[in-house]
């Protein structure tokens, strides 16, 4: 089975690579943080290339926003390298990650000893409306759409110096929304491959 879904995987990268290129992102080394959760999740391997984009970008390390939590892997993989981390998820259906309950209650009480992450409950949506703030780095990883994906990018890129995306090896339409917010914003877009993959807009 795992080979099949290995085989499928790379058709879509090919795909994907094709139709819409991006800067491929390259880094000689890796550096893992001090503290993370321990299960295996998705995003497992893109912890030891935050540092990295942090560095090669001169992003400064203030506050950082995140679209899309799930366990909170990513949110506390960032959390060592930013002051505040604040989560944004509705905690309740994740077509893309086959989760169907809500989560809130269990990962507020899992994440409380880390003081710098905060979790909002809401839609995306409901938290761009009328939002002005600025952030050093916003990371997106929502429900697997372009329009979604577009519409919170679009928002990101004009409230951040960096934005980062999960997925875009996987997923066509993400990678599809992040070239062509890159095209109209006139920002480089930059593709690190593994790991599902990671859009990188600066």
Known sequence: ???????????????????????PYQLAQLNY????????????????????????????????????????????????????????DTFERDVNAGKHT??????????????NIQLIKSDFRY?????????????????????????CDIWASKHSQCTVFHDTQSYPEVNKACYHLAEETHKKFYNYEKFLGLGIIV
Do not use: Q
Request: with cysteine.
């Open 33 to 88: 943080p001090k503290n993370l959760l321990r299960y295996d999740s998705h995003w497992g391997g893109l912890e030891s290339i935050i540092l990295n984009i942090l560095i090669r970008f001169e992003v400064p390390r203030n506050n950082c926003l995140e679209f899309g939590t799930e366990y909170g892997y990513s949110a506390v993989a960032l959390s060592n390298y930013f002051y505040s981390v604040t989560c944004v």
């Open 102 to 115: 809500n989560n809130y209650n269990e990962l507020a009480e899992g994440l409380s000893v880390w003081e």
């Open 1 to 23: 089975m795992r080979d099949i879904l290995n085989i499928y995987y790379k058709s879509v990268e090919e795909k994907i690579n094709r139709r819409y290129p991006a800067l």
């Open 127 to 151: 938290l761009i409306a009328g939002n002005d703030s600025e952030y050093d780095l916003i990371y997106i990883d929502i429900v697997h759409n372009f329009t979604d994906t577009y519409d």
